[in-house]
């Protein structure tokens, strides 16, 4: 197996900026592994995290100021426009050409009936919601099967969370809802339309009722966000169908589909991501299907009795940062961030694709760039996508693939 640690390029954010070289690694390193033995995720449990959405923020927004060795630091050039957004086009133009796929050869396998997992739109709202991916949790996770898109973002104390987004399926039970994050904002913005959280601390609440984005909790969604029997916090539930009822802004796409085959690439039916110490998200190609079925560490990801399976899987090498919100355990929410440039690999059809991704702004897709400069595309269907922090305060991400 290939296992690759590679830099991050450039991101821009409202409040911060950290820039590192585009230097790929020169070195290949090959492990001979099956699935069974990739690194569990064991780490730590957060099922604490009811105290965490009550956390304090610590000495402000904390700042990179120091550079990797070898590298400069480099001043934060990004400025604040009067809508809260970072970037200099205008927001409410940026996409108009993302939605109008349906002449481009997209549909067919995979494909649902909306513009998030490649097919025509349908004029219904994207509806994401958070969910969480610690281990008390996935017991009773449920609806997830159903989203288009799933972003996987990395959380105090190493574990991960879920932002999943609905609009070709709209499941009146997405369980359990959980809190907000430093990085979805940015991830909102990507698709618009509504996001549901149960709470969060303050600069996170605060950022996400910011951005032009319908924003709800449990306190302001009315019965669409509701208790089912068990324990809190993980008896909190959302129906994507209410909540869809909550904008009338279509989805836009944060990525490009086409039913094309892609040139090059490299097998990859066995995917290995180690976000942190505490997580390893795991993947492997079903050609019968053409999906990639999803493992945390060797166990199957499973939401409503069903594996989640993705016809596309995207790792987004990010560059973190520190947010200055600390949890009750003591372990600060870091930021990862999405605007600007870096590493990407897009695995689809059972090969890998490395290139780079561009997203120019917080309402821009994600464009990922082949080597010679052509576009790499998604296959219409299903999409994990996968932040993987490679730069600032909490790199140490690694991918590797056979």
């Not at 904002?185 to 549901?196: E, K, Q």
């Not at 869809?244 to 892609?262: G, Q, V």
Request: aromatic share 6%; glycine share 12%; proline share 6%.
């Amino acid at each position: 197996m290939q296992y690759l640690r590679l830099p991050v390029v450039n991101s821009q954010h409202p409040f911060q900026q950290v820039s590192r070289s585009a230097t790929r690694a020169t070195t290949v390193v090959a492990f001979l592994i099956v699935l069974a033995l990739m690194l569990g995720a064991c780490g730590r449990d957060d099922s604490s995290d009811d105290a965490s959405e009550s956390s304090t923020t610590v000495g402000g927004q904390t700042t990179l100021t120091t550079a990797p060795p070898g590298e400069p630091v480099v001043t934060p050039t990004t400025t604040v426009r009067e809508d809260g957004l970072s970037g200099t086009a205008d927001p409410s133009a940026a996409t108009a050409d993302v939605d109008t796929q349906t002449d481009s050869g997209v549909g067919g396998k995979g494909s649902g009936s909306g513009t998030l997992t490649g097919g025509p739109a349908n004029g219904l709202p994207a509806v994401m919601i958070k969910v969480p991916n610690d281990s008390s949790a996935r017991h009773v996770l449920t609806g997830i099967e159903d989203a288009d898109i799933i972003f996987e973002e990395l959380v105090e104390g190493g574990v991960t969370r879920f932002a999943a987004v609905f609009n070709s399926t709209l499941p009146d039970q997405v369980q359990p809802v959980r809190s907000v994050r430093g990085p979805d904002p940015d991830l909102a913005l990507s698709v618009g339309g509504v996001f549901a959280y149960s709470g969060g601390a303050g600069p996170f609440v605060e950022r996400i009722n910011s951005v032009p984005v319908v924003a709800v909790n449990e306190s302001t969604a009315g019965s669409s966000l509701y208790r089912v029997a068990g324990k809190a916090p993980y008896n909190l539930a959302a129906s994507a169908k209410a909540l869809a009822a909550l904008s009338d802004e279509p989805a836009r796409a944060p990525f490009r589909f086409s039913n094309a085959a892609l040139a090059g690439g490299q097998a990859a039916t066995n995917v290995s991501v180690k976000v942190s110490n505490a997580q390893t998200s795991n993947f492997k190609y079903d050609a019968g299907s053409g999906v990639y079925k999803r493992y945390n560490g060797s166990a199957p990801e499973v939401s409503g009795g069903v594996q989640l399976g993705f016809e596309n899987v995207v790792v987004i090498g990010v560059a973190t940062g520190g947010t200055g919100v600390i949890d009750t355990a003591g372990s600060e929410s870091p930021q990862s961030f999405t605007v600007g440039s870096g590493t990407a690999w897009l695995f689809r059809d059972g090969k890998v694709y490395v290139g780079k991704w561009s997203r120019a702004h917080e309402t821009a897709p994600w464009e990922i760039i082949a080597d010679d400069g052509s576009a790499y595309t998604l296959a219409p269907g299903r999409t994990n996508v996968v932040l993987l922090p490679v730069a600032g305060t909490y790199a140490g991400g690694k991918i590797g693939w056979n």
